[in-house]
């Protein structure tokens, strides 16, 4: 072995002793999602809230994120492996603080709340389920920022997109 080998060779082996098969043990040289899979549908979410049009500003977030993200193409559900749907249960905003001299909100959190299952195609059985699955996000609709509804709604479903891929990975 010449000099420099030596060591490149300990490194790899200390590296290595580091890894583990098991996730839950330290590094691990797998991927963290299930495997088998490689295609997702992305449906567009049932919506029960009053807040219009947040099923297709998350539908698309999901597709973004996931190909993104993951190692998943989106498809069309009969060309998947695995579909994911869902509901949006509540939109719900709440205002943090308000102006002394106008009354008016100066800070408004936004969360949306969903339930949401990623299921196999060929077995039917769910690979993920998620009940009461909530995110949130601030916006200043005052002045001088003045932001607009839209943005805290932008915000909310580019949070939640995250998570859900998030939550996507294999148990650890």
């Not at 567009?44 to 297709?56: G, H, Q, T, V, Y």
């Not at 190909?67 to 949006?88: F, M, N, Q």
């Not at 408004?108 to 009461?132: A, F, H, K, M």
Request: proline share 6%.
């Amino acid at each position: 072995m010449t000099r420099w080998s030596v060591p490149g060779v300990l490194l790899v082996a200390f590296l290595a002793g580091g890894c583990a098969s098991d996730p839950t043990r330290g590094y691990a040289p797998v991927s963290p999602f299930p495997a088998g899979i490689s295609t997702v549908a992305v449906e567009i979410f049932d919506n029960s809230a009053f807040e219009r049009n947040l099923e297709f500003e998350l539908a698309d977030a999901l597709i973004k994120e996931i190909e993104a993200r993951t190692p998943y193409k989106v498809t069309s559900v009969d060309r998947s492996d695995t579909i994911l749907t869902g509901r949006i249960r509540n939109v719900r905003r709440v205002q943090l603080s308000k102006s002394p001299l106008t009354g008016l909100s100066e800070e408004v959190t936004l969360s949306v709340t969903i339930d949401l299952q990623w299921s196999n195609l060929r077995t039917g059985e769910p690979l993920l389920q998620l009940q009461s699955f909530t995110g949130h996000s601030l916006f200043v609709p005052s002045r001088p920022t003045g932001e607009p509804i839209e943005l805290g709604e932008f915000a909310v479903v580019q949070r939640l997109a995250r998570d859900i891929v998030g939550q996507m990975r294999a148990d650890w």
